[in-house]
């Protein structure tokens, strides 16, 4: 009882701690002297016709739409001042918006997110409902990706003496999915398959996108542990002739992407370790590092902070009102899909249906993804090589900067919602 009451009145601290810093925020901005706005200078002719392209709405000018993405931010942070600073840092260019926050995010279309991450099972259930879950977010506007790596082989027995038919052929469902999905005229749908290096299909998952092959479209990438990993280096024969068949066909063709599975769970956030969340594979670009199971398809949110203004920007809280930004962002998306929930729309209803995994995800984490951009320009602009000394501690000094601040940002706002926190720093 005791150990209860003491529980709650930390709690209630907290929360109360939290809820003077938000305060303090909020009059931070309301109080804070007008600044000259940029000019956009980075809106240049080419930048125009290509938001104009597919992003912006007819007769909506770039700026237009900035302002409506910060309004729409500000009502759901309940930050008054919050849309004229954000405006103010875009139009300055130390923001970059990710293709799905510029299309969707505020509207009554599409999700504003990024990416996602299916987990598919040995069942053909699962394996179907997932192939209507990756189309569904291929729909609403995202990248996709999935774990094949629990799917029996290629020749292995089933039910009714019959044989399997393979993980990779199992693709082929996957591709054609992504193929006839539409997402508007901003891009066309993409998925990512990830398949252990110790998978015994592993051998024809290599031929993906090679003349002739059955599937061309997919971005494959393997997954190898740290065991598998020195067994080869240790001298496995049959181990080094696959990493060399690995590393020809990514000479040849790029691909596939190559995660290095314990890598990405020895670094992932302490909540995930001490729950024994697993991460079995990325997303479509091999950048974000989340859990996946039976309940959650991960999601992240992405925009960056342009480091080619990291001097103008570093000493301001640019990196907290970003941070604030992506928080409203999985806001929205949550608000978005319980409304399909909830509507009376078959159709609607029937959207959710295939995203309920994802809106888990999204519920139970509200994982963000800060990433970066203009680094090797702001490496030219001080004459900086890409391997020397200074560069390094540039980079060091860049991200433990926006570690702090990000951090620092999202205490206050989230108060005791930061038991599943996971914030994504990546470039």
């Not at 509207?107 to 069942?123: A, M, Q, T, V």
């Not at 082929?172 to 998978?199: A, C, K, N, T």
């Not at 809280?317 to 729309?345: G, Q």
């Amino acid at each position: 009882m005791n150990e209860t009451k003491t529980t709650t009145d930390i709690q209630t601290k907290t929360l109360s701690q939290g809820d003077q810093l938000v305060n303090a925020r909020k009059e931070a901005l309301k109080n804070r002297k007008p600044q000259e706005q940029g000019s956009f200078k980075w809106l240049t002719e080419h930048s125009r016709n290509f938001l104009a392209s597919g992003y912006l709405t007819e007769g909506v000018s770039p700026e237009q739409r900035i302002r409506e993405i910060a309004d729409r931010a500000e009502l759901l942070l309940d930050m008054p001042g919050f849309s004229d600073k954000f405006y103010g840092y875009m139009s300055d260019g130390f923001f970059s918006l990710a293709s799905p926050v510029w299309s969707n995010f505020g509207k009554e279309r599409g999700l504003p997110i990024s990416c996602f991450g299916s987990h598919i099972d040995d069942d053909m259930g699962n394996i179907l409902y997932t192939q209507s879950e990756v189309g569904m977010m291929s729909k609403l506007g995202g990248g996709t990706s999935g774990y094949f790596g629990k799917i029996r082989p290629r020749g292995a027995a089933v039910k009714n003496n019959g044989q399997a038919s393979g993980s990779v052929h199992i693709m082929q469902l996957f591709e054609s999915m992504v193929d006839v999905v539409s997402q508007g005229s901003v891009r066309r749908g993409r998925f990512s398959p990830y398949l252990p290096i110790e998978h015994p299909d592993i051998k024809e998952f290599l031929e993906i996108g090679t003349e002739g092959n059955p599937i061309q479209e997919l971005t494959h990438g393997v997954t190898v542990t740290d065991a598998w990993m020195q067994d080869m280096i240790d001298g496995d024969g049959d181990k080094r002739a696959l990493w060399a068949k690995v590393l020809q066909r990514r000479g040849e063709m790029g691909y596939p992407y190559i995660f290095f599975k314990d890598n990405a769970n020895n670094g992932a956030a302490d909540v995930y370790k001490d729950k024994n969340h697993t991460v079995y594979a990325s997303n479509l670009c091999t950048e974000i590092m989340l859990p996946s199971n039976d309940e959650w398809s991960f999601v992240c949110v992405l925009s960056s902070v342009n480091l080619l203004h990291y001097d103008k920007w570093k000493n301001t809280d640019a990196v907290e009102t970003m941070v604030y930004f992506l928080d409203a962002v999985i806001t929205e998306f949550i608000e978005k899909l319980e409304r399909y929930r909830d509507s009376e729309s078959r159709e609607d209803r029937q959207t959710f249906l295939f995203m309920e995994r994802a809106y888990n995800f999204a519920k139970d984490n509200r994982a963000l993804g800060l990433g970066v951009l203009g680094w090797h320009s702001l490496l030219q602009s001080k004459k900086l090589a890409f391997n020397s000394q200074e560069a390094y501690n540039l980079n060091s000094e860049i991200f433990e900067g926006i570690k702090k601040r990000s951090r620092s940002g999202l205490q206050p706002h989230r108060a005791l919602n930061t038991d599943m926190l996971h914030l994504q720093l990546g470039s």
